[in-house]
């Protein structure tokens, strides 16, 4: 019986920029590494090439270079048994309700994809992924939906989507002071471009806090912890971000108060809009009620 070649994967560089880390761009190029982990075990095992030589950690990437991934690149599931609420689920695709506390993905045990990957059928599909593949990621402290591929297909053009913004991502938030009725934050992070639009649902005045803001977040562009950044730096902290606390006065103890509420894309294989959405957890609106108590 002939031998079976090992799956190769390769990339040509068209447009990146200056200074760009071989790690950074990696994640983008082969969507089935998911993490810098993943880029570094490749890296470290030697199935990634650069340029048609072992790729290198320090390595910087320019237009034109060759890139190739060697194997599926795709970390095996580990046993991790949680309840989860699928509220979308088709042959390509499902949107899973992350609950606070668990990572989406990355090398530890208790994760998004693990759950996922022991609840739920493979896809019958010809280029069905050995398990369910996140397209993106929330904190660890954030709730809420989360969009994972089923397919190598629904992958990739998923991954094009949420690079080109062309997925809609909602988060409801409730965060310290009164809180413009609408308005965008544009400061970068890191040097780079960062946009939040922002609309305020209602205010409640607070005895120890002054005035507490239930508020839709839209994040236009993509960093890390972008929501937490922006509003605390607008100087309406995330209540229970203790991470980006500092001194200010804060509730602890009933963690971050930040829910991903709404996500829109396009269908990968039916070309058609989905929408999926939920209610901000009742304990947002809760927090709300009892400081209005205490105030009044």
């Known amino acids: ?6 799956q190769h994967t390769a ?3 068209k447009d990146v920029a200056p200074n760009t880390r071989l790690i950074d761009y990696c994640r983008r190029a082969f ?4 993490s810098k982990t993943a880029v570094k075990k490749a890296i470290a095992g030697g ?26 690149g795709l970390q095996q599931a580990r046993d991790f048994d949680m309840e989860l609420e699928i509220l979308y689920e088709d042959d390509y695709l499902l949107v899973a309700n992350k609950p606070a506390g668990i990572a989406v993905n990355g090398n530890r045990i208790k994760t998004l994809e693990n759950a996922v990957a022991g609840a739920l059928k493979p896809s019958g599909q010809p280029d069905a992924l050995p398990r369910p593949v996140a397209v993106h990621r929330i904190d660890v402290p954030t709730r809420g939906l989360v969009l994972l591929a089923k397919t190598k297909s629904a992958l990739i053009s998923l991954s094009r989507a949420f690079e080109q913004n062309a997925v809609r991502k909602e988060y409801v938030a409730v965060v310290h002071g009164k809180l413009p ?18 609309e305020t649902v209602e205010v409640a005045p607070s005895r120890v806090f002054k005035h507490l803001s239930l508020a839709r977040l839209r994040p ?12 605390q730096g607008n100087g309406h902290l995330i209540v229970g971000d203790k991470a980006y606390a500092g001194k200010q006065q804060t509730i602890l103890g009933k ?8 996500l829109e ?16 957890p009742p304990r947002f609106l809760k927090l709300l009620e009892r400081e209005r108590e205490r105030y009044g």
């Open 1 to 6: 019986m002939p031998r079976k070649r090992p």
């Open 220 to 231: 236009v562009t993509g960093r890390t912890h972008q929501l937490r950044i922006h509003l």
């Open 255 to 262: 963690g971050l108060f930040l829910c991903a509420c709404r």
């Open 265 to 280: 894309f396009t269908h990968p294989a039916a070309n058609e809009p989905v929408v999926v959405e939920i209610p901000p």
């Open 11 to 13: 990339h040509q560089v």
């Open 31 to 34: 969507p089935l590494l998911g």
């Open 181 to 198: 009725e609408k308005g965008i934050i544009d400061a970068p992070i890191q040097g780079k471009e960062a946009v939040t639009k922002f």
């Open 47 to 72: 199935r990634l090439l650069h340029n048609g030589k072992p790729a290198r950690m320090e390595a910087i990437v320019r237009k034109g270079d060759q890139l190739e991934l060697q194997g599926a």
